[in-house]
């Protein structure tokens, strides 16, 4: 069984450019959530995505988008990049949508530095 | 809206001893609660998860419980090692939402 994987593992941007974070779902989920984890803080819930939809946001403005693919895999973009963005972004993923409780498996995470 | 609160904050023992972590939680209307250990820029690994309907998980020296009424977790560790030190995070499950995470307790086992 394949555990949860991320790209790239760390990255450096500049304010105002674009990023993409890659993440593949563990073997059998159809569910992937992205959280952004700032330094001392818990992670924060960004978006979630069920069979190819989102179907659940947090309080974060609309430059964060992602999609997910036929095979499950994810990706989370963030546009126009500002210096707060810098944080460890988390991959979550298991079955079921936000309904039933269903356990959720991480990622290694991407370390996002805005300068 | 549902808050997680962990306490301490950070917590350094001597390796061997008996600790417990505290989580605690506003709303008991909650799906399930789960442990997670972070090390210093890494992911999580979750360690237990403890479903509304049970009282408590355990697995290997760790031990979970779950007031569900009083809105509580303990998280205890017997015996701790340094290979224990880092960071556990509590997250609770309320309904149909995302997880909920607690701020963390910052754990460091001194040999």
């Known amino acids: 069984e394949t555990g949860v994987t991320q790209s790239p593992t760390h990255l450096i941007k500049t304010r105002g450019q674009q990023v993409t974070l890659r993440c593949s779902s563990q073997?059998?989920?159809?569910?992937v959530s992205w959280y952004q984890q700032a330094l001392g803080q818990g992670p924060q819930f960004i978006f979630q995505?069920?069979?190819?939809?989102?179907?659940g946001r947090g309080n974060f403005p609309p430059r964060f988008s992602g999609l997910q693919f036929p095979n499950y895999s994810s990706e989370l973009n963030v546009n126009a990049l500002e210096l707060d963005d810098s944080a460890l972004y988390l991959c979550a993923s298991s079955l079921g949508g936000l309904g039933g409780g269903y356990e959720q498996y991480f990622g290694p995470g991407t370390r996002l530095t805005v300068t | 809206k549902q808050e997680v609160t962990q306490i301490p904050a950070a917590l350094s023992v001597p390796e061997g001893e008996n600790l417990v972590l505290n989580c605690s939680f506003t709303d008991s209307a909650i799906y399930n609660l789960q442990w997670f250990r972070q090390d210093p820029g890494k992911g999580l690994t979750s360690l237990l998860l403890i479903q509304s309907s049970q009282r408590e998980q355990t697995s290997g020296r760790l031990n979970a419980s779950l007031d569900k009424s009083s809105g509580r977790s303990t998280l205890y560790i017997a015996a701790s090692q340094p290979g224990d030190s880092a960071t556990y995070l509590c997250a609770v499950r309320p309904g149909n939402t995302p997880l909920v995470f607690g701020k963390g307790t910052r754990l460091s086992v001194i040999a």
């Open positions: 073997s059998g989920h159809n569910t």
């Open positions: 995505y069920y069979r190819e939809e989102e179907n």
